[in-house]
């Protein structure tokens, strides 16, 4: 009975070894892997106590991709955006039409409507002996498929033009909610209450109203300002100018004339929104001074 038991007690105790090397191993192992996936991130200076970590080899497998490989990746191809085509466009006659600028990778082609068309092409960037990829493909910006003359732009200037609108244009609604949070000058505000109030005097109580020049000249001069003369006011104002006469009436009608010329002979769409709006408002107000200072 001894022997037996001291026979097991044996095979536990070797059992129990056993297991502890093998954690001891496992652990080992561990420890290896972590430095040598630490060992992938090594910097460039290496410093004298790290001696066995400049010698030490790189795990290329277990690396992740570097930047420069993704940087590498986002710049050997261009992306076109081509706009004006026929909707039955086939990627056929737009693949015959770009293929010296480069190997095209993908064509895209949709519709915006029944009459009009665009593709997006991604173009593998080369730098041949006629130019790279970009100057080839904007050599055809104009040129001519199926009777019409299409449109080729760079997406990436086109995302860039696209960012710069939007900041200019946040910009631009900064500038504004500062000047409407901004409080009008005292001197401004008393002479404009003194204006309004002589105008709507005019208005109401014209046996005890008196003409006043310099509240004149005030409304003369702001007349185009919705700030100053609210549709209220300026609805007065037009009834107002309507027994103007001499030099203030020949100024006001050039003026109005030069706002209305200016508004029809000028490309409308050019103009940023905010700047389209107040051009407009003044176009508009020019018309009614306009008629209300014509002669009989």
């Known amino acids: 009975m001894q022997g037996k038991e001291a026979e097991v007690s044996t095979k536990t105790a070797l059992k129990a070894k056993g297991k502890k090397v093998k954690m001891k191993t496992k652990r080992a192992e561990d420890e290896t892997l972590k430095r040598k996936r630490s060992e992938v991130n090594i910097p460039a200076k290496v410093t004298e106590g790290d001696e066995e970590a400049k010698d030490a080899p790189v795990d290329n497998a277990n690396a992740g991709p570097s930047t420069k490989s993704k940087k590498k990746k986002r710049k050997n191809h261009v992306v076109l955006y081509v706009g004006n085509l026929d909707p039955s466009i086939t990627e056929k ?33 080369n730098k041949g002996v006629h130019g ?48 409407k949070d ?14 309004l109030r002589y105008l709507e005097s005019w208005d109401s109580d014209r046996k005890s109203w008196k003409f006043r020049k310099v509240s004149q000249s005030y409304l003369l001069e702001n007349c185009y300002d919705r ?13 107002y100018i309507e027994d103007l006469k001499g030099i203030c009436s020949d100024r006001m009608r050039t003026e ?22 107040h051009k407009k408002l003044r176009y508009n107000r020019a018309l009614k001074i306009s008629e209300a200072l014509v002669r009989d």
């Not at 700030?227 to 009834?239: A, E, T």
Request: proline share 2%; hydrophobic share 30%; glycine share 4%.
């Open 256 to 277: 109005a004339r030069e706002i209305i010329k200016e508004w029809e002979e000028s490309d409308v769409s050019a103009f940023p929104k905010e700047e389209r709006r």
């Open 182 to 195: 901004k409080p009008l000058q005292p001197e401004r505000s008393k002479k404009m209450e003194n204006a």
């Open 93 to 125: 006659k737009l693949q015959a039409h770009f293929k010296h600028c480069g190997y095209i990778l993908n064509i895209s082609a949709k519709h915006d409507n029944a009459r009009s068309g665009y593709a997006h092409i991604t173009i593998k960037k």
């Open 132 to 179: 790279d990829t970009e100057q080839l493909a904007l050599e055809l910006d104009e040129s001519e498929i199926d009777g019409r003359k299409i449109k080729v732009r760079i997406t990436a200037d086109l995302k860039e033009k696209n960012r710069e609108k939007l900041e200019q244009k946040k910009k631009g609604q900064s500038i504004k909610e500062q000047q």
């Open 227 to 239: 700030s100053v003369l609210q549709k209220k006011h300026f609805r007065i104002f037009i009834r």
